[in-house]
């Protein structure tokens, strides 16, 4: 238990500052626009990271359950939710779920947005 914990502090820790650090430098370089270019790339290289690494810890073997979870649930899971978000919709997908993967989609989306609006509403009258 001990040995899980300690994997999902420095996997979450390392996905954190990765996250950090990468958004920052692309911002900062793309000052011109007001788009968040920062975090749609570290969504999108997040993504990308865990569909290949997933892909070659199942075709391979690779990685033990606490190093998958230091690389999955805390790096990746630091560095963005949105990668775990697709790879479950690409399950569904391949599952063939389709409605289900649309319905994620959809209800994630939707209801994420409701929630930090609602959140926002809520302090604003505090």
Do not use: Q, Y
Request: glycine fraction near 12%; charged fraction near 10%.
């Amino acid at each position: 238990m001990l040995k899980t914990i300690v994997a999902l502090i420095l996997g979450g820790s390392f996905g954190a500052i990765s996250r950090w650090g990468l958004h920052t430098w692309i911002d900062n370089k793309t000052t011109s626009t007001p788009f968040p270019w920062g975090i749609l790339t570290v969504n999108t290289v997040g993504c990308f990271l865990f569909g290949f690494l997933f892909a070659l810890a199942e075709a391979k073997g690779w990685f033990s359950e606490t190093t998958r979870l230091a690389v999955f649930t805390g790096f990746l899971g630091s560095f963005t939710t949105f990668s775990t978000f697709s790879w479950n919709t690409l399950s569904l997908l391949r599952d063939g779920h389709t409605g289900l993967a649309a319905g994620n989609i959809g209800l994630s989306v939707c209801l994420s947005m409701l929630g930090v609006w609602l959140g926002f509403v809520l302090a604003k009258a505090v």
